[in-house]
């Protein structure tokens, strides 16, 4: 098993996807590559020594030294503040990873894939959607992803470009845009039947979000027959930020 160790990362570029969630690049020599669903460790070190690390999925797929995060600030928070507000190109912090080895998929298949994101769980499900653009995999892929309010979509026009290979279906909780169908809401078998794949297909199915959106949306799988098996999900509660 490869030992994981620290490396210094170097700031080269960012972009914000939403009013409170930017997309960082980082530089990181040596680094040894990752697959699309894994996350790395990031340690921030205080001048008088403490020190204090979160955990963030890879936003897009391995690209020499070149990876990328996507961080939703957290109000409080200890390091994502810092890494939205203050982290600076030139500016260095400490990764560890590619951590996970199950919440990942594999250029190389040709199942369909169902992608079911709540909020910010959509940053390992686009490094999948990304691979599978890069690598020219023929494999469809539909995504359901939710989020609050029309504000909050992160990637926007990544996914709003045309895609043969690639649905995607937008769920709202709380206001949806003027002259949405679909009343806002909480997800619900009808949206996973509409959006998703029938489980005679037995697609591989990817759920990531906050734990109570993955629980509900892992049972509605299940519900509609999905096998357990090729159900997997990434889920995510308070951290402190």
Request: charged share 25%; proline share 10%.
């Amino acid at each position: 098993m490869r030992r994981l160790v620290w490396r210094a990362a170097r700031l080269v570029e960012t972009r914000d996807e939403t009013g409170t969630a930017r997309t960082l690049v980082f530089h990181v020599p040596g680094w040894p590559g990752h697959l699309p669903g894994q996350h790395v460790d990031v340690r921030l070190t205080a001048d008088d020594g403490y020190s204090t690390q979160r955990s963030y999925s890879l936003a897009a797929p391995a690209d020499g030294d070149r990876i990328e995060l996507t961080v939703e600030r957290v109000p409080d928070g200890e390091v994502s503040p810092y890494l939205t507000e203050v982290l600076r190109p030139g500016d260095e912090v400490e990764l560890r990873g590619p951590v996970g080895g199950w919440f990942v998929w594999r250029p190389g298949g040709t199942a369909p894939v169902l992608l079911v994101a709540g909020g910010s769980g959509i940053v390992p499900l686009m490094a999948m959607v990304r691979a599978r653009r890069r690598e020219g995999s023929t494999a469809p892929f539909r995504l359901l992803y939710a989020v609050r309010d029309p504000a909050r979509r992160y990637y926007e026009a990544e996914l709003g470009r045309p895609d043969p290979g690639l649905g995607v279906s937008y769920l709202y909780t709380r206001t949806s845009p003027d002259g949405w169908a679909r009343p806002p809401g909480r997800i619900t078998l009808d949206d996973l039947a509409a959006g998703g794949w029938p489980a005679k297909l037995e697609p591989d199915c990817y759920v990531c979000g906050p734990t109570g959106f993955v629980e509900a949306a892992a049972d509605l799988l299940l519900a509609l027959g999905h096998e357990p098996g090729r159900v997997r999900t990434e889920r995510f509660g308070p951290t402190g930020g």
